[in-house]
């Protein structure tokens, strides 16, 4: 079946079944690889995207079920203008072995557009979802505090 999605800010039509969950349609069908594989449960994270700026763990979406417009880790920067949450994770030098960091990302910048000034503890419960095998969540946190600052400056 011929489904159109918007992705990004750019529409792409893909001809698969319904059932196919979004990980797979944004990976293998469309090119974006940012977005990582990591249990196909929603119980790490790694495949964290926003469809119409919520967070969703694309694993567990079927591309039938997607009701909106789907923003990837690709979506929020690039690297010659990165979004305030991506400059923060280069400058706190966040990723370790970097497999987790765009879910991570993604379920920051969702945090910061709900509260843009989380107390260590709402940034916990937020980022609760998304495991890291490198524990870098001493990093994660003061990563988020500073660019809710830079957001809150600009």
């Known amino acids: 079946m011929s489904t159109t999605l918007r992705i990004n800010g750019k ?9 196919v969950p ?14 990582k594989f990591g249990c196909g449960v ?16 694309s694993c567990q979406v079927a591309l039938s079920d997607v009701w909106g417009e789907v923003t990837t880790v690709e979506g929020l920067g690039t690297p010659d203008a990165m979004a305030a949450i991506q ?16 879910g991570q990302i993604m379920q920051a910048a969702s945090l910061l ?9 709402e940034i916990n419960e ?7 095998r490198c524990g870098t969540y001493p990093r994660i946190r ?8 830079k957001m809150q400056e600009a």
């Open 22 to 35: 979004l990980l797979w349609v944004l990976r293998d069908e469309v090119g974006l690889t940012g977005t």
């Open 142 to 149: 003061a990563a988020i505090h500073a660019a809710a600052q």
């Open 87 to 102: 400059q923060a994770w280069v400058e706190h030098q966040v990723a370790q072995c970097g497999y987790c960091q765009s």
């Open 113 to 121: 557009a709900e509260n843009p000034a989380p107390s260590d503890a």
């Open 11 to 19: 529409p792409h039509q893909v001809d698969l079944p319904d059932d």
């Open 42 to 57: 929603a119980a790490c994270g790694a495949c964290t995207v926003h469809i119409d700026g919520e967070a969703v763990r």
């Open 126 to 132: 937020a980022m609760q979802g998304n495991l890291c």
